[in-house]
């Protein structure tokens, strides 16, 4: 098992930047990639920025070059750095693990608010 916790949500001006956090703990060295997602208001949950054990990154086009995910594994924490806050960025973001054995987990989730 593996539990995730996210913090760094809030309200922000547009233009504006916020740094989320994933703080992991549990059965950690099973975990292979982390990522975080996104979920508006009668939207799908979507990516927003993945990074693999080696440290390979991805970005979907919407925020490439604005957000920018790292992972300290010292710390089992996981951050996605935003940039350039967009309103449309406003959403419930989550952070998600996906282990060696295919599994997923998932945070609660944190708000993040960016107003016009």
């Known amino acids: 098992q593996v539990q995730l916790v996210e913090s760094g949500g809030g309200l922000v001006q547009a233009g504006g930047s916020l740094r989320l956090s994933c703080a992991a703990s549990g059965d950690i060295f099973s975990i292979d990639t982390m990522g975080w997602y996104r979920q508006a208001p009668g939207k799908q949950r979507e990516l927003v920025a993945s990074i693999t054990s080696g440290g390979r990154t991805n970005y979907p086009d919407s925020v490439k070059g604005r957000f920018t995910i790292s992972r300290d594994n010292a710390k089992n924490t996981v951050y996605l750095q935003m940039n350039s806050l967009k309103p449309e960025d406003t959403a419930v973001y989550y952070c998600?693990?996906?282990?060696?054995?295919?599994?997923?987990?998932w945070g609660k989730g944190t708000l993040l608010t960016v107003s016009s």
């Open positions: 998600n693990a996906n282990t060696w054995y295919g599994t997923d987990y």
